[in-house]
T-cell receptor, first 114, second 115 residues
Framework: QQQVKQSPQSLIVQKGGIPIINCAYE??????FPWYQQFPGKGPALLIA?????SEKKEGRFTISFNKSAKQFSLHIMDSQPGDSATYFC?????????????FGTGTRLQVFP | ETGVTQSPTHLIKTRGQQVTLRCSSQ?????VSWYQQALGQGPQFIFQ???????GRGNFPPRFSGLQFPNYSSELNVNALELDDSALYLC??????????????FGAGSRLTVL
């Protein structure tokens, strides 16, 4: 049973485009929603995270949009660059002390072409 | 400040064998978590260790076991290897300090192939 569903599986955009990656969840007890970025041969690294009491969070070119009623959240990458080419994972967890016990989505492979 | 280091980076085992993977946590971190990442999938939580005790476990059988040492380093042991155990095993450390502060720092992983 997959608790966090992520789409699309892969995404190709031109430099400067705005790729959008979507995640949906069922468990309303989730209260922490991070996005991780993974480059080939590396472990995932935290990119940005949000809690359900806000609808949007921006950090640099990365924005999370959160829709609590729809149980969906998405990652937007503004002015995408070839260096953003990586696999992106959404995740979720339950409980203030459990932000390191994550349930991950299946990942989205993003390719940004010059 | 060193990050999370894992060893070995790659290894090949045969079905039924046992394997031990090792992890050194990031300086200042007292919690270690292990995740299994199958090819083309997201990481799956195996278990977490805090103060040398298991502090949460995912849906993995008992043949997956672990240890945390006083210096916060950790081992993952898998007995009776099965073909489906082939995956990238990721170790991640975090600082169990306050609510919401437990951010994972991952190592690059140990790639296990079971033949």
């Amino acid at each position: 049973q997959q608790q966090v569903k992520q789409s699309p599986q892969s995404l190709i955009v031109q430099k400067g485009g705005i790729p959008i990656i979507n995640c949906a969840y069922e468990n309303t007890a989730f209260d922490y929603f991070p996005w991780y970025q993974q480059f080939p041969g590396k472990g995932p690294a935290l990119l940005i995270a949000i809690r359900p009491d806000v609808s949007e969070k921006k950090e640099g070119r990365f924005t999370i949009s959160f829709n609590k009623s729809a149980k969906q959240f998405s990652l937007h990458i503004m002015d995408s660059q070839p260096g953003d080419s990586a696999t992106y994972f959404c995740a979720a967890s339950i409980g203030a002390y459990n932000t390191d016990k994550l349930i991950f989505g299946t990942g989205t492979r993003l390719q940004v072409f010059p | 400040e060193t990050g999370v280091t894992q060893s070995p980076t790659h290894l090949i085992k045969t079905r039924g064998q046992q394997v031990t993977l090792r992890c050194s946590s990031q300086s200042g971190h007292n919690t270690v978590s292990w995740y299994q990442q199958a090819l083309g999938q997201g990481p799956q939580f195996i278990f977490q260790y805090y103060r040398e005790e298991e502090n949460g476990r995912g849906n993995f059988p008992p043949r997956f076991s672990g240890l945390q040492f006083p210096n916060y380093s950790s081992e993952l042991n898998v007995n009776a290897l099965e073909l489906d155990d082939s995956a990238l095993y990721l170790c991640a450390s975090s600082a169990y300090t306050s609510p919401g502060a437990n951010v994972l720092t991952f190592g690059a992983g140990s790639r296990l192939t079971v033949l």
